[in-house]
Each structure stands twice: as structure tokens, then as C-alpha cells.
């Protein structure tokens, strides 16, 4: 499998990366090791396998859903660390 540098290149620029001539080289010999393997499971007969949802074969584990009563508001505030009127109290994430 031949990949070129200009390959190389083509894909750092999708990814928005900037590689030297020495990392251009490793990803170089990454991306056709890579390559190889997909080859060797394009041979896999896959006529009669069923697409999987889950690797495991596993059923809902979640717990009933039923209705219980609510933690009350002033419960919920108390656990918190800080608060403002009757509303949770965080640090700013936007400008």
C-alpha cells in the first residue's frame, strides 16, 4: 500500500494539524499499518452476520420506573455550595 506524501498532507490539512517532516514520516507509516488491517477484514466473509446493536447479548438492566416523591427544594439547595434565591449558584461559562 503506497501513501504518498501528498496524502499525508491532504489529511493533516482535514484534521487541522501541522506536522513536520519527521511526524509526516510516523503518520505515514501509522496510516498504512492502519490501511493494511482494513484490507485483511475486507476479507472476511460477512455474507450471513447479523449487524450488531451491542456486543453483548443483554437485556434493559434498568430499574422499575415508578413515581416517588421529589426532593424538596429547599433539601436540594441546602446540599448545595452556593445559592441565589431559589436557584443553584455557578461560575459563569459564557462571556
Not at 2 to 26: G, H, N, P, T
Not at 61 to 66: L, P, Q, V
Request: hydrophobic share 40%.
Amino acid at each position: 500500500m503506497s501513501i504518498s506524501s501528498k496524502d499525508i498532507e491532504y489529511v493533516a490539512s482535514l484534521s487541522k494539524f501541522e506536522l513536520s517532516d519527521e511526524e509526516k514520516k510516523i503518520f505515514a507509516s501509522q496510516l498504512r499499518e492502519v490501511l493494511l488491517y482494513i484490507e485483511k477484514l475486507n476479507m472476511l466473509d460477512t455474507e450471513n452476520i447479523a449487524p450488531l446493536i451491542h456486543p453483548f447479548n443483554i437485556t434493559n438492566i434498568f430499574r422499575e420506573d415508578k413515581l416517588e416523591e421529589s426532593i424538596r427544594r429547599e433539601k436540594a439547595l441546602s446540599l448545595a455550595p452556593a445559592t441565589e434565591g431559589f436557584f443553584f449558584k455557578v461560575p459563569k461559562v459564557l462571556e
